[in-house]
């Protein structure tokens, strides 16, 4: 049987820590379908199909790439599951302050379906500051990213905040 988890977000952008993430995931899974959920109420940096692409870049060079698909989402995380028979469901966890957050989350998928269980995986300690705000604080000035997204998004996102 293959083990299959969802890994869900808005990954806008993919930072080290998701990628960081992913690649502790790799481990445990057969297989890991990246979900990136675009939600037509939040206003984000890089639409659907640019994060696809922006996440398919940064692990191509990564023996076990063949193990992630990546894919965009819109409406329950469960239902999607459910269509795609996975029962897991994978969330990084940084800090203790993400923990209430995803712990409502948590029970409120195990509420809508008991089947599926999530699965909280601590990246390296040195990427625990890295979030997709402080990310997009630091490309609005220039700043340099190379430490906090792999190159091609700090290429994207350069040149995303030089065109506004
Ligand atoms: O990276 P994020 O923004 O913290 O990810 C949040 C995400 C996308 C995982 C969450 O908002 C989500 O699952 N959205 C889809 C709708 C849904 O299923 N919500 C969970 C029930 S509370």
Do not use: C
Not at 65 to 79: A, K, N, P, Y
Not at 101 to 108: D, G, Q
């Amino acid at each position: 049987m293959e083990h299959t988890a969802l890994y869900p977000g808005s990954f806008d952008p993919w930072t080290n820590g998701h990628l960081d993430i992913l690649s502790r995931a790799v481990k445990m899974f057969d297989k890991i379908i990246v979900t990136v959920a675009v939600n037509n109420k939040k206003t984000a940096v890089f639409t659907g199909e640019e994060r696809i692409e922006l996440i398919r870049n940064s692990i191509k060079q990564y023996d076990w790439s063949d193990q992630v698909e990546v894919i965009q989402f819109t409406g329950l995380l469960i239902d999607l599951a459910r269509k795609k028979s996975v029962n897991v469901l994978l969330r990084g966890v940084r800090q203790i302050s993400d923990f209430e957050y995803e712990f409502r989350m948590a029970l409120a998928n195990r509420r809508l379906a008991p089947e599926i269980d999530t699965v909280f995986l601590m990246p390296d300690e040195q990427l625990t500051f890295i979030s997709a705000t402080i990310v997009k604080e630091i490309a609005v000035w220039g700043g340099d990213l190379s430490s906090f997204v792999p190159d091609n998004v700090a290429n994207a996102l350069h040149q995303k905040y030089e065109k506004k």
